[in-house]
Every structure is written in C-alpha cells, then in structure tokens.
C-alpha cells in the first residue's frame, strides 16, 4: 500500500509517526517505505534501483516520469489510473489516513487525464484533450508537493483549445486563446521559480529544473502561433506586406525553437511549421510583386513541408496549398498575358486544391478556392468578350461572367475574405457596364425622335434581315455545360451542370433537354423521377425572365470506357409561341477501365 509523498517531505516526523502506528514495534521504516517505492515500480512495470539519500517524494517523480517518456500515452493512462484505483481503496481501509491517500490518488489520476490528452493530441481532438488538461490541472492544484504543475497544465489546456479554434479556421478567437496560454504558461514558470528556490539540490530540482523548461519552451511556442493566427488575420484583410512580415516573424520563432528542440520528433514537427509559415510569407511577397516565380518558390516549400509532416491534416493542408500556388503562378502569368491556353493548368490545380482542403476540413479555404476558381472562369469569359465581334456571343459572355463573379464575390464573403470579394464585385460592375452597353441602343433608338422623321424599310424586309441587336427583343436563352470531378471509372456515378441563362428581352419557357445520352454514359433515372421521356428530360415549362439563370444538374452513370463527347440541347418558346433551342458544348468526358486494383475496391 502506498503513502502519500506530501506528508513525507513536508511532514517528516508525522509521517514516520503515522507508519509506525501501522506497523509492529520491530519493523524498521525506512525498510518499509523502500518496500512502498519497489512496489510502485513493479506495479508500473519499470525496473527498481534504490538510490541514496531519496525519499518516497523522489522515488514517485521519477517512476512517474519514466512512465510519461515510454511513449505508449494509453497504456500510462491506464496505469495511472489503476494506482488511482488503489489509493482510493487504502483509503477506505485505513479511515485514518484517508485524506493522505486521497491527495495521492488525486496525483494519480493526474496524470492519468494527461496521459488521456496526450493520446487526444495526437488524434487531433483538441477540445476533448483540452477538458483532460483542465481536470489534471485542478487535481494537481489540490495536491501539496506537485501544485506547481497545476498552472502548466492549465495553460495546456488553453493552448489545445486555440488549437482547436485555429484549424477551425476563427483565427481572431484562437488569437486571444494563444495570448492567454502565454500568460498562462508565464505565471506557471514563476510558480515554478518559487518552488526552486525552496530546493538547493539533488533530483527534486533537477526535474523542476525540466518543468520550468517545458514551460518557457510552450510560453514561446504560443508567442509564435500568435504571430502565424495574427498572420492569417491581416491576409484576410488583404494587407499582403503586414501579413508576410508576421508569418516570416513566426517563422524565424519556429526555426529558434526547433534548434532547441529535444527530440527528434519536435523537430520534425516544428521544422514543418517553419517551412508552413515560410511559405505564406513566399505567397504574400509573390501578391505584392505579382511575381509567377516567387510563387513557384512558395509551392516548393508547401511541397518540402508536406514531406516533412507525419500530420494527416497537415499534409493536406499543405498539399492543398502547394496546389494553390501553382494555380496563381498560372493565374499570375494569365494576367500577364491572356493567354487563355493557362485556363486548363489554373483550374486544375484549383480543383486539386479544393479537394485537399476539404479532406483537411478547412471549408473556408475550400470555399476561397472556389471563389478563385470562378474569378478565373470571369477572367476568361471577360477576356474573350473583349475580342469577340459578334454582339450576341459578346453579350453571352459578358452575361456569363457575371454569373460566375456573383458566385464569386458570394463564396468570398462566405470564407471571409472581404478584400477579394469586393475585387470580384468590382469585376462584376464593369462585366455589368459592358453588357449595358451592348444592350441600351436598343432602348435608346425607340425614343428616339429622329426615327419618325425618315421613312424606314419596308416591314417586310425588317423581318426577313434580323442582325445585330434585334434578336435580343425576343426570348434568348444560352448557357455552360460542365462536368463535376475529373477522374472517372466504368461504373463511376457523374453529375453534368448545366447554367442556363435568358438574355433575351422577353421571358422563356424551358420545354425539355435532348441530345442528353451519348453510347457510354446513361442517365441516372433513379435519382431524376418523374422527368425522364424517352431519354429527353423534362423542364416542365420552367419560366426565365430577362436574365433570369436557372441551374440544372444531370446524374448520369459511365458504363463503357472511351472518350465521349456531350452536347445536349435545350428547346425553349418564347411569350410569341415560337419553338428556339440552344445547343451545349462540346463537352468530352473520359472513362476509364477498372484495372484489377479498381475492381477489387469498388468504382467511385
């Protein structure tokens, strides 16, 4: 049965007083309490070695401590818990002494919770790790010779929580969360300080000496992530200079730490986080210069941290990020050049992006991803309407990117990036101001009053030579045809995205789609009942006023390998009676067989 360490550092005659209450009068003490501390070696399963000059206290530090380094956090959790267990019970067989067992078994259990909150770290479950923490930090506050740690813990506890609030992308609440494990992390090394001065030597200071390190070691990392959160405060702000000078702040914090790092694995850990931060800061001077090579440099170093990293999230965060530089690189160089030929390589390293960040969990991210991505769709559709000569197929494409800048600015507001949703409102009123100017001469000339002082051309004529704007009174309906994903297997299941839009001065009437089957891909008519007409699709008469957009989504299933071509036609009538339509695409699609690995696991 064990005894409580505080009586017997602080309380020394009655401690020994209170064992010899227990024992017979030819029993020695210090026999016994060498029995105790061999005792809780075997129990924990580590080799005893008697050492002179120690008391129980020390022996109980350092079998406590042997156990925390093994590195197996379930099995010390479950260890520490069983001690718990059997101070508990000595307590209720010796009354007397109950409040001796009780603080032991309150150190116990301790470390028990912070065994627990190590193994819920490394899970990533940073607020159940977090609550482990704060139960440790008030056992240990209860207990007399290992209060010190209480505050350590405490600011454990903090620190998973801004964890927790970081990767769920609140940065400015994770920000104040840092500061206050900081602090926090300051009080417990001037507690710690106290306590060494009350020790002149031997293992008690030794360790101490250990815990006034974890302490300051925790204090600077949080001084970095404050730094890093402040870092992804001011880029959402769009202060590109301010943001890179913290990231590179925080960078050279991490680089310090990692030199002092000691282990092997929190060098590794902090050797990732100094590439993450040098990184953005590469990112944010490439913004600022507008420099395709300077992002190119940012994406090798997402792509160094990535290997670096044993962190599933992590390395899809960087993983995402890398992809996201190479999109800008690209995008960088479009701006440049309007070379729209850089179109395919943007997009792809976006929908790269986009997945990583959402396996990663990170939907601000991914949303800002997609917000990109349409701004970029805007860019192309804005650049080939400055070149088109028609004036229908101008105005198409003015009125496409529109639609794809409103989901943008949209997406950009959802993730919180104001600057770069008011950049993409900016596009969408001069996107807006074209198509105006395109579309008014019409308004214009029917007021004109010159027009009924000179005879016109015969009615008939007029009727039989449409050109230019005239087209445009009528209903007019156009549209994109897309794909959602980009691989796909025989047996796969694909969604074909359809955005419709009316440009035309009177309204629609959506009749129904053709042409939607091809020879290697079906539709899916479990999942659309109800619409199906002989392969046709049903659209029920939906009504489209002038500019009106309707979104329509097709689930179709792959059943044949090959290169398929896609180009449905909608057939619409206008408030005049009259049958129209308005072919897609082309759009190709690529199937691809199984192979014996693909069948084992399944299609998509």
Known sequence: MFLDPALAVNKPDSYVNSLRKLLPPDKNVATLITAICKLLYDYL?????????????????????????????????????????????????????????????????????????????????????????????????????????????????????AEALSREEKEEDALKLFISASETFRDAQTSLRTKLDQVTQGPERKELDNWFEASRVLQKYCLGRVELEEAKVLDKK???????????????????????AQTEQSKVELEALTLFCEARCKMKE?????????????????????????????????????????ALESGTRFRRTRDTQLYS?????????????????????????????????????????????????????Y?????????????YGQANFPVKRDEALRLLERARQEKELLLTPIEALSGNPALTRVPGAPDSLIRGQPGGLEGFEDAN????????????????DLTVELEVANVGRSAARLIKLENVVVEGIQLDKRRIPGQINDDDIDMKGKRLEYLGAHEVRIPMKAIRAGVF?????????????????HGFGPLFVTVRELGISGWLKGPK
């Open 345 to 397: 390589e943007i997009k792809k390293h976006l929908e790269t992006a986009t997945d990583y960040y959402e396996a990663a969990g990170w939907q601000n991210a991914a949303d800002w991803t997609r917000a990109t991505g349409k701004l970029f769709d805007s860019l192309v559709y804005l650049t080939d309407a400055a070149t088109e000569r028609e004036s229908r197929k101008k105005t198409e494409l």
């Open 238 to 260: 769009g202060q590109e200079e301010e943001s890179g000078a913290r990231y590179r702040s925080a960078s050279n914090d991490f680089r310090e730490l990692m030199s002092e």
């Open 286 to 326: 490439a913004e600022t210069r507008a420099s395709p090579e300077v992002y190119a440099e940012a994406a090798d170093l997402f792509t160094r941290a990535e290997k670096v990293t044993q962190a599933k999230t992590f390395r899809h965060v960087a993983l995402a990020s890398s992809s996201i530089c190479w």
């Open 45 to 161: 399963g580590i080799p005893f070695e008697e050492k002179s000059g120690w008391n129980l206290s020390e022996y109980i530090n350092d079998a406590t401590a042997k156990v925390r380094t093994a590195g197996d956090h379930k099995a010390a959790s479950n260890a520490f818990k069983k001690a718990a267990e059997d101070y508990r019970l000595g307590a209720r067989k010796f009354p007397g002494l109950a409040s001796l067992f009780g603080e032991l078994s309150g150190y116990m259990e301790g470390w028990s919770l912070v065994e627990e909150a190590r193994l819920r770290h490394g899970e990533e479950q940073y607020l159940p790790a977090a609550e482990d923490y704060a139960r440790a930090s008030d056992l240990f506050q209860k207990t007399g010779p290992w209060a010190h740690l209480s505050k350590h813990y405490a600011g454990s506890s903090l620190l998973e929580k």
């Open 565 to 581: 071509q896609l180009r449905p036609r909608i057939l619409f009538v206008d408030e005049k009676g009259n049958y129209r339509s």
């Open 477 to 492: 309906v156009v549209g994109n045809l897309g794909v959602v994903g980009k691989d796909f297997n025989v047996g796969s």
């Open 399 to 411: 009125h496409l990117a529109e639609k794809h800048l409103q989901l943008s600015a949209r997406l």
